[in-house]
């Protein structure tokens, strides 16, 4: 009995513990099936998370989505920084042109010689042209004018229809004597009314006034018209238009852009010498040579660089020599300096000689007279001998831009 019954006891007790393995080995495999196919692992924006074991593909899913997102950020970053670029140049263009603006009108509110409908003009409704010629002269000229007037310059209608046809306006350049209302300032409003081809300049004339004369012309012309380029020539200086024009047409890309002969020359120490430069020690040891600058007989600046000389005006140091104090104003400004040695050829036979050349100059003067010996007797030769086509002008078609702005 006692056998029998442990013997039973202990069948029992093996018969559980299998049953109890077998039931947990099933629940176990039960739980891993429906595991795997109820269990859906949610996408993170758009990833599939997937796995290589054994040749299968594996991507972890949390590495996937930092990639991601690290590649979001750094496209959002650089779309950030060309925004904010974006705005930066705007904002700047319009902080320049809000100053331009504000040094136009007090350009034109404190000349009292422009009269009340220039004052009145909005820079937004002023007409498009192509270069302003501003040929500067002085009160004793008034036969190097007139030679000027009868050679390279057009007259009358002629000059209307350049400035309406070709966007070419040409001026004589000049201030006021040191007594206003004098007898030098009446003449030179007897000649206006006679030829119209003056522009007055707030400014006291004198030779040592130069740089100061420069300055205020290139202010006062851009105030008045908004032109791709702004030329300063004397008046014993021979041009021929046409040519200047498809000159500076080549240009027309540059933003800032200085083009003339440029020269180094020495810096003049000793006193009462022609072109004595009372600050030559700030150009370093005596000896020393200028930087490049143009020679001022004539040279031309774009836009952009009128403007900046309006702006800053007030602030803008004089040297004696007005070639030197333009190309002072410029440096330390990313400005092309071109150097077109058609712009300084020499009167006959060099200029003639180059014409015959099929290579017609720009300008022509003599270099040891600054400007063409004798002027007023030899202009008209130089321009006979050395001057373009006289249709050359009215044929060539020099900008698409010489139409009113909208």
Known sequence: MYVKSRGEFASKQV???NLAFLLCFASFCAGMFFTNRMWMVPEANGIRLTSRTEGKQFVDCDLNVVLKNEANSSRSI????????????????LEIKLMAARAERETIMK?????EGVKNIESTSKRKYFMVIGINTAFSSRKRRDSVRATWMPQAEKRKKLEEEKGIVIRFVIGHSSTSGGILDKAIEAEEKVHGDFLRLQHVEGYLELSAKT????????SLWDAEFYIKVDDDVHVNLATLGMTLAGHRTKP????????????????????HEPEYWKFGEVGNRYFRHATGQLYAISKDLATYI??????????ANEDVSLGAWFIGLDVEHVDDRRLCCGTPPDCEWKAQAGNICV???????????RSVERILEVHERCGEDKNALWSTNFSQKTKSSS
């Open 363 to 373: 300008a022509s003067f003599d270099w040891r007279c600054s400007g063409i010996c």
């Open 78 to 93: 650089s779309g950030s920084k060309h925004s904010i670029e974006t705005v930066d140049k705007a904002i700047s263009d």
């Open 310 to 319: 309006m702006i800053n005006q007030n602030v803008l140091h004089k040297y």
């Open 111 to 115: 000349d009292p010689m422009l009269s």
């Open 15 to 17: 018969l559980s513990k």
């Open 215 to 222: 300055k205020t012309y290139f202010a006062t012309a851009v």
């Open 256 to 275: 800032r852009v200085y083009i003339g002969c440029m020269k180094s020359g020495p810096v003049l120490a000793q006193k009462g010498v022609k072109y």
